[in-house]
Nanobody
Framework: QVQLVESGGGLVQPGGSLRLSCTAS????????MSWYRQAPGKERALVAV????????RYADSVKGRFTISRDNRKYTVALQMNGLKPEDTAVYYC?????????WGKGTLVTVSS
């Protein structure tokens, strides 16, 4: 069965950095696009970044361009989100997502809090 487990969240000061990781299992990871989403308090879940199966195609939300970097390691079945220059408005629960056989699978999320 498909499982996605996020890690790496925490409390960080504005301007700081965090690296999130998502470990996948239950499907052929190297054949699927992976995504990071986030949900801030009182807001809808929103796309942060997408990476294709080979890593050759990447797209970011305008709000994180130039600050966040998505990457993947197909040997380790992981997808990472390096977040630099964090702002208070980046505070959210961050989720890893995969669409497998027409079904969206989500991890449980990891909380990122940006505050002084």
């Amino acid at each position: 069965q498909v499982q996605l487990v996020e890690s790496g969240g925490g409390l960080v000061q504005p301007g700081g950095s965090l690296r999130l990781s998502c470990t996948a299992s239950g499907f052929a990871f190297d054949q699927y696009t992976m995504s990071w989403y986030r949900q801030a308090p009182g807001k809808e879940r929103a796309l942060v970044a997408v990476i294709s199966s080979s890593g050759s195609y990447i797209r970011y939300a305008d709000s994180v361009k130039g600050r966040f970097t998505i990457s993947r390691d197909n040997r380790k079945y992981t997808v990472a989100l390096q977040m630099n220059g964090l702002k208070p408005e980046d505070t959210a629960v961050y989720y890893c997502k995969n669409r497998y056989e027409g079904v969206d699978y989500w991890g449980k999320g990891t909380l990122v809090t940006v505050s002084s």
